[in-house]
């Protein structure tokens, strides 16, 4: 049987290579009438998924895009070391960018993306993002998409998370149990679904040991970073005369931040107050005290991650449906001194 | 004045458009005697820089490559922190690689960008890269390559580095003003040119000091990590039998390797031993005792790198000539409880 060719496909339809091309990669700047025209002549004339497969493999772009909200921060440097990883190992190029927590940055970004025509898009969104039409336009495009970390639940895509609610209400369980009733929480910012769920999770913890939940001990602290810990942790004790028992915090780096301001006012941790933190960041180990955390095994999420794009982009490929995937990565009480 | 097109001179020579375009953009897959061919012609029709570089400002990649040895790592982070920015504010995208200190993988990874037409290219050499043959091509193609930190003496292109010998040379003249005789050196790998550099001003300190140079005191922590600092500082120990008074490392992470053995040991830190590092990671301002380090700058130097990257592929599609840079980035001792 004579093999079909893009240039065939082209030439019956008055169009050029590129735009069949493009129409069979679903690109975004070929419009949908045409991307109907041209799947249907391809079918038409039996260009199968497998020269289908052949002919776009050259077309390919070879290359994916990682949105992350920031560069310096442990979780994030080591997913991107996974996806590195993974995308060398399968010949792809990374094109990565920051979003910076900005929702207009983020958006930009996704569209620079498309219009590069990367094979598919790992993101974790920004802190400001609440509307997300600009990543369901992803989807309708049919561009391979996978969330990780700070997803929404609104898109219908793949997606890697942990369990936020049951991390986080392991972490409250294990406080009280230990004897702690006067929990602060330094919760990061609102708007993100991990905030809210370990939040739940803290509050759910709470009721289930019949302590009365007290919106007073929490705080939000909107950078994550080591200056909200610190000065977070300030604040607090000031403002309930010191009667609170224990810290628990977004991220490692916050509940650093909490140790250094207790350190120097020599306020005993754990006797006097414990610290927990959450996502267990090498420098944890080294502190002094050494950090409580919770495992949320930043690697495994970005190897996971990738791995499912890879899936997807090749599915895509061959011309086979895939179904979207949500992971749940194991997560784990890491207990040190600080606890 | 008529404007003459990539067309015009594509039909003249009977190539194609975008065979012209690689020629005057000086691309690695067009033969020299093409390239030769299309210059000409262009220089006849008087295809002028202005017109060139409109023509070709569509057809530019808006693309960078990045290649470091390693993502988790803080100064590699911070660089990757500026270059991100910097690229979003020039509208450019950035594709980053990961060559793990492998020669072999950088290799591959600087052929890739170079076929997939980036505009310019950043890199800090692997450990494993002597031969910089791979680097030279992709001078001799004209595409603007920056080096930064981990550099090649040999190549002609521009550097953003730092005075290593002095920086070295300043930490251990400080040691020696404190009183530390027996100086342990934990050196990194062997190979790059940062690490023979701080190797020799640690030894200059110590002739311009009158202290013997004792070359059982100076060990190889090629992975330069948490571990390579603990389990040398334990081999140092028991081959000097304790007769240490400082450690001195390549990089924090070693150096905070290195104070964890020392805590263990309860060896006092630094009445009966100093520790100082270098890159002046956040954590060591976190850690206890806090760690004297070297402040290096790596976001500065991630900015000046991109910087001059900008200048140089700006100036290529301008038609001008530009000068290769050596910029030396200042640095700082940061003088904390561990010295």
Redesign the interface.
Known sequence: MKKITLKEIANQLGISVSTVSKALKDYPDVSSATKSKVVELAESLHFTPNTFAQSLRSQQSK?IGVIIP???H?FF??I??AV??EA?AKGY??????S?EDYE?EKKQVK??LD?GVDGILISLSNGTKDTTHLQRVIDFGIPLVLFDKISKLLKCSKVIINDIKASYDVVTYLINRGCKRIAYFRGDLNPQNSIDRFLGYKKALEDNNIAYDPALVYSTPNAN?DDGYQTTKKALEEHQMNIDAIYTITDLTA?GA??YLNEKQIKIPDQIAVFGFSNW??SS???PTLSSVEQNAYKTGEKSVEILFHEIESKQKGEKYDYQTITIETELILRNSS
Chains 1, 2 share one sequence.
């Open positions: 290359t920031s560069m310096v442990y440097s080591s991107i070391d590195l990883k060398e190029m990374v094109i990565i960018m920051q910076n940055l620079l993306l590069k080591f650093i140790i250094n090498f420098m080294v502190i002094t």
